[in-house]
């Protein structure tokens, strides 16, 4: 599904873009001037934050300055205290990737619109699980993430650069450490909508995507004071069979950051 944010965005682009075929140079080309001046260019892009489309929406982020888009890819963790019931989330861990230059319209390398709002699930489906995996099918606990890679998505020309790392703290706050921009975030959740129906419920398991969230700063972040995620593809827990079972469920998601 495309988010109508980003309809809204790319059919204001196409009217501002369009123009008549230009002619070829001629003796009776008409040179600019300051009584003649040039067409101007088309107006620049800004990324607008997606929304699910229908019902309730989070609260924008206001007047904060968006700083980064960026795609996340992990498992998110839940335990189970009784069989039956789906199991309850106790954090997650994900890789991140910087995507800004992917928007559609702002730059050389943008997807068009489709393509963006779909590439979590392609990052979900066609990309390997970027985590020190265990036996169990949870991640390895003293060391849950490689070396820093680039990722590389077929059909996307450029490889979006490693950003930093998702986690819950000890105190199990979402954290944030984007080393590849020198920011480190710790946050709490302001609120949560369901992701549209018919985003990409996941696969191996196929439970359902993940809710929207929006967080805000704790008040010992750096550099970033709003954290939005979005576009979520997977991640929901599976029904229990049993109390003191854990669940690691794959998912992907992009995360716009703010301060």
Excluded at 112 to 130: I, Q
Aim: net charge negative; glycine share 10%.
């Amino acid at each position: 599904m495309l988010p109508k944010s980003l309809f809204a965005v790319f059919s204001a682009l196409a009217l501002s873009s369009a123009s008549p075929l230009r002619r070829r140079c001629s003796s009776n080309s008409t040179v600019p001037t300051p009584t003649n001046p040039a067409s101007p260019s088309p107006a620049a892009v800004t990324p607008t934050l997606p929304t699910t489309g229908s019902g309730t929406q989070l609260e924008g982020p206001g007047n904060a300055t968006l700083k980064h888009i960026l795609v996340g890819h992990g498992i998110q963790n839940y335990t189970c205290s009784t069989g039956g019931a789906p199991g309850t989330s106790i954090g997650a861990l994900a890789v991140l990737w910087d995507i800004t230059a992917l928007y559609p319209g702002t730059s050389p390398s943008s997807l068009s619109a489709a393509d963006f709002s779909t590439l979590t699930s392609k990052v979900l489906r066609t990309t390997s699980m970027p985590l020190n995996m265990a036996a169990d099918g949870g991640a390895v606990v003293a060391s849950p993430f490689p070396a820093p890679e680039d990722l590389t998505v077929e059909g996307v020309a450029s490889a979006a650069a490693f950003m930093g790392h998702h986690f819950f703290d000890a105190s199990a706050a979402p954290t944030f450490d984007l080393t590849g921009a020198g920011e480190f975030f710790s946050g709490k959740k302001d609120a949560n909508v369901a992701a549209p129906a018919d985003a990409d419920a996941g696969v191996d398991p196929a439970t359902g995507a993940v809710d929207w969230l929006r967080l805000s700063d704790k008040g010992t972040s750096s550099g970033v004071s709003l954290i939005y995620r979005v576009l979520t593809a997977g991640g929901d827990p599976e029904v229990c069979t049993d109390a003191g079972e854990t669940q690691s469920v794959p998912y992907s998601a992009q995360y716009w950051v703010y301060d």
